[in-house]
């Protein structure tokens, strides 16, 4: 089965301590759960399989011509000069495993799919099944395995290499997405490879 790896919102201003949306909590979860160290991991796995590795980030232009002002969700982002493409906030963490033969989709909404490339590139790639990882567990690696499902992709969510606003968010999220998706872990993603 033809699988992908997709790498969710790794980005400075939603997981660096310094980002200007990481008060929320999600960059603490993240460093509390070595999500860097995590995500990198199974990087390493999908390439040694030749998964095809598809990095997506949330952002805006310039003129914030994308965002959906009226969301409570993205509808401050431009007062507060957050997930403007092209600067240090959208721009993938320092020390993630992103190579140029990679895949880079730029999404403005919450799922990867929505108004994005992502169909189109799993399409010509025959892909079957997608490893998930990421942040936020609760809202784009969450609508992003939803939408995969309902797109007859079998998804896999890769626990540990997760993070939300919180450990209840995370696991709640988690709990969730058993009834969609395969959960497991960097070691058992690790192990698997070990025993193919």
């Not at 995370?170 to 960097?186: C, D, E, F, P, Q």
Request: glycine share 6%; proline share 3%.
């Amino acid at each position: 089965m033809k699988t992908a790896l997709i790498v969710l919102d790794v980005i400075n201003d939603i997981v660096d301590p310094q980002g200007k949306l990481a008060g929320g909590g999600t960059a603490a979860h993240a460093q509390d759960r070595n999500l860097l160290r995590n995500v990198n991991a199974v990087i390493a796995q999908a390439r040694s399989r030749q998964w095809p590795v598809i990095f997506v980030k949330v952002g805006f232009t310039a003129q914030y011509a994308e965002q959906p002002k009226a969301s409570p969700f993205f509808g401050k982002a431009h007062t507060a000069g957050a997930l403007a493409l092209g600067r240090w906030g959208t721009a993938f963490v320092d020390g993630l495993d992103v190579q140029a033969s990679d895949h880079v989709v730029v999404k403005h909404r919450i799922s990867a799919f929505y108004g994005t490339p992502l169909e189109a590139i799993l399409r010509a790639n025959h892909i079957e099944r997608l490893v998930l990882t990421g942040v936020s567990t609760t809202w784009a690696v969450e609508s992003t395995a939803r939408d995969a499902h309902d797109r007859d992709y079998q998804v896999v969510i890769v626990e540990d290499a997760c993070a939300a606003r919180s450990e209840d968010d995370h696991g709640r999220s988690m709990k969730n997405l058993t009834a969609i998706a395969a959960v497991t872990s960097v070691d058992q993603i690790i192990n698997d490879a070990a025993s193919a």
